[in-house]
């Protein structure tokens, strides 16, 4: 049967078992648009931009644990997109991206819209294809869904030119995929593996280290078993937060720069450190030369990169999480002896006690200004029965929802990790709803990060995503003021957003529900209202401007070393003098 | 320290790309890179000569690994292997100084491949310190353009003794 590029692409995506994709039309994949809409299988979402589609695609990917597929047109269309590939890079998601491309004999000329796609996206994507031939496009397709979601997941870019999409050829879905240089390590070497539970076995101090990788390769349950049979404690990275049940006594939170005390205090302290699926960040190390000094390291990670890249490993596994910890459980269950819990005793009374000396606190007064980190607590406790999904932007908002919402299962947790994208949250919580329909989708935002991709919001009106955008409205890219208070002798260079729109009624242009808090009293009713409407809503939250997030260990410090409350001089700063600017004091203080 | 690795690729467009960015990417450093299909028409070899503490060296090799279009890499380093680079040098030579120049090429035990008659055009062939030392001493007369190759490596073969060959040989 001979069919057109652009029918080969649909039958394709319907073979990998795509059901919606995230697209914006443009003249190259004009062909494309058509041939789906005169179908029904495949449910396009249109987004507002190209990197609002690619983030929602992003969303789909971590909710579902699928690929995501967005489409978007040549030039402008794929420069637009190329954030979102970045951040899938960094984060690891399975994404199959579609770009448009002039056509063939036109590729090089300069033509209206063309840009080297393949070359914009090579340092961003796992891999990318320009089919220059219609009948390599279904093949081409099969591959792209192969790299994109098996090893280490990341994006991949199929760029497809205008005749391709119009050529026809005969229509072979491949049913495998062999490619001679990509072959994933997913057994671990049972040597290493062996090695590992011997350490374990040995250790006093152990540390469990967890990253999105335990997510991706569906290692929860391993984990658990191994946490629990063992009782040592989890530490969480960013990606990592649900991996493991956020409320377990076990666990610690997450660790890093705006960790807790006891995660950071635990590694620091620790003889042995178990990291599985988390690559060493800047954000989790600190000073590197002084990171977990008196530990031996284990790291099982399906990325041989990963291993060695940033921290000297003693027992390194190349293979799938979720593999070796089965493995390594066998082995375990045959050797502990069920007196861990008394074994582990001294090290637990240590963590308990960094927990009890610096738990994670905030100050709310009554009739003071909202705090932020309340606003997050408020949430996860009324909320929490729903098992929501949760979508952040990036900065303090998103380091406090870390803190204060304890998630319990994977694929919950949607945040921008290593690119640190701000406009993230939003369309990646869309995507997610897409995804689950039913299901309570919960995106924390900031005054300044929502508006990289407020636009979106005329799609989730639109495609009916009812994702509840809560906005902890401090009028300031916040952690930029964070720093400037802390290393900048308070000096808000271009941190201040002075006129923030009105939330409330920008929602309302929209055909959206805005609604505002301003006082703590307010808080849970319109919470609570928020959750019940049936559609997309802005929770505009007034917060205190001031509010640092603790603890922190600053850039190339010590995991040990963490700033746990403001310096006295600016704790003085903010109970009287705190400036913006003359004109903008009283406005910033009376929040 | 200098490492030599021997990288097989797809013979296809872009690859080439896709091996320098990640190196330009990634902070690593190239100081000479070959590339030529293989006797398999599908496949390319690369020689790229690189530097870099052990951990660096362990990175290259793994971010190799990693792309998709790299089939196999191997630091030459790790083994015993002989490598040779080529040179065209093209030499002004005044009438006195004619013999002079066929002296050192007899001597570097090259060829001149093209000659007028203000210059002579060697073509040298060696490992680097060789080509330095024609290099060295072709400058006093004049060196107008010169061209290497950059450095090719293959591993040697193993040894065996004769027995063990003898005994290969008889189970074949």
């Keep these: ?591 | 320290m200098e490492h030599i690795i021997s990288v097989t690729v797809e013979n296809k467009f872009g690859v080439l790309s896709r091996v320098a960015g990640l190196f330009s990417g990634r902070g690593f450093n190239i100081e000479s890179l070959s590339v030529a299909p293989t006797l398999d028409p599908s496949m390319s070899q690369m020689t790229i000569v690189t530097s870099g503490d052990e951990r660096i060296i362990e990175q290259i090799v793994k971010q190799l690994n990693k792309l998709i279009d790299v089939i196999k890499v191997v630091d030459l380093n790790e083994t015993e292997f002989v490598s040779r680079e080529t040179a065209l040098i093209k030499v002004h030579t005044k009438p006195e100084d004619r013999a002079e120049a066929l002296r050192i090429v007899d001597i570097f035990r090259g060829s001149i491949i093209d000659s007028t008659p203000g210059t002579y055009t060697i073509e040298v062939s060696g490992d680097s310190g060789k080509i330095e030392a024609i290099i060295n001493l072709l400058q006093p007369l004049g060196i107008k353009e010169l061209i290497r190759t950059g450095r090719v490596a293959i591993a040697r073969e193993p040894v065996r003794p004769a027995a063990v060959q003898a005994k290969k040989v008889a189970r074949e």
């Design chain 1, 1 to 591: 049967m001979k069919l057109n590029g652009s029918e080969i692409l649909i039958e394709s995506l319907k073979r990998e078992g795509v059901k919606t994709i995230f697209a914006l039309p443009g003249g190259v994949v004009l062909k494309i648009f058509d041939t789906l809409h005169q179908q029904t299988d495949l449910q396009v979402i249109l987004t507002r931009h190209e990197q609002g589609a690619g983030h929602m695609a992003e969303g789909y990917a971590k909710a579902t644990g699928k690929a995501g597929v967005c489409l978007v047109t040549s030039g402008p269309g794929m420069t637009n997109v190329i954030t979102a590939l970045a951040d899938a890079y960094m984060d690891s998601v399975p994404l199959v991206c579609i770009s448009g491309q002039v056509p063939t004999s036109l590729i090089g000329n300069d033509a209206f819209q063309e840009a080297d796609n393949v070359g914009l996206s090579r340092p961003c994507t796992k891999y990318n294809f320009l089919v220059k031939d219609v009948n390599d496009l279904a093949a081409t397709i099969k591959e792209a869904f192969y790299i994109a979601t098996t090893g280490r997941p990341g994006p991949v870019l199929v760029d497809i030119p205008k005749d391709v999409s119009m050529n026809k050829a005969e229509f072979v879905y491949p049913n495998s995929v062999s490619i001679r240089g990509y072959n994933p390590t997913y057994e671990g070497n049972k040597w290493q593996i062996k090695q590992a539970a011997e350490a374990i076995m040995k250790a006093k101090k152990p540390v469990l280290y967890v990253g999105g990788g335990v997510g991706f390769s569906g290692a929860s349950q391993e984990l658990l078993e191994l946490a629990e049979m063992t009782q040592i404690p989890v530490d969480m990275t960013l990606m990592g937060l649900g991996v493991f049940p956020g409320q377990h006594p076990l666990s610690m939170g997450m660790l890093g720069m705006h960790g807790t005390y006891q995660a950071n205090m635990a590694i620091h302290y620790s003889d042995l450190v178990i990291a599985i699926g988390a690559r060493f960040d800047d954000r989790v190390t600190g000073k590197v030369a002084e990171f977990c000094p008196h530990a031996k390291i284990i790291h099982v990670d399906i990325d041989p990169t990963s291993i060695r890249k940033n921290i000297n490993v003693d027992i390194p596994i190349v293979g799938d999480c979720k593999t070796v910890l089965r493995e390594l459980n066998q082995i375990l269950r045959a050797t502990v002896n069920g007196e861990q819990k008394e074994l582990r005793k001294p090290w637990w009374d240590q963590i308990r006690e960094w927990e009890r000396a610096h738990p994670l606190t905030y100050q709310q007064d009554a009739d003071g200004p909202i705090k932020p980190q309340h606003v997050v607590k408020r949430l996860y406790e009324l909320t929490k029965d729903r098992d929501p999904i949760v979508s952040t932007d990036v900065g303090q908002h998103q380091m406090w929802a870390a803190q204060y919402f304890k998630l319990a299962k994977p694929n919950r947790w949607l945040t921008s990790g290593g690119l640190g994208t701000m406009g993230f949250g939003f369309p990646a919580a869309m995507g997610a709803q897409a995804a689950f329909p039913g299901r309570l989708v919960l995106c924390i935002a900031g005054d300044g990060s929502i508006q990289m991709n407020m636009q979106e919001m005329a799609t989730a009106v639109v495609s009916k995503l009812p994702v509840k955008i809560i906005i902890l409205n401090n009028r300031f890219h916040g952690m930029v003021r964070q720093w400037q208070d802390l290393f900048y002798e308070g000096r808000y260079a271009s941190s201040y957003l002075d006129t923030t729109p009105d939330f409330v009624k920008l929602a309302d242009a929209y055909g959206a529900v805005g609604l505002r808090a301003n006082k703590v009293d307010d808080l849970d009713a319109v919470l609570k209202e928020a959750i019940a409407v049936d559609k997309p809503v802005i929770v505009d939250v007034p917060t205190y401007p001031f509010e640092n997030c603790y603890p922190m260990i600053p850039a190339g410090g010590c995991n040990h070393e963490m700033i746990l409350e403001d310096p006295p001089e600016l704790k003085k700063k903010q109970t009287g003098s705190a400036k913006v600017t003359p004109e903008d004091k009283d406005t910033v203080l009376t929040a």
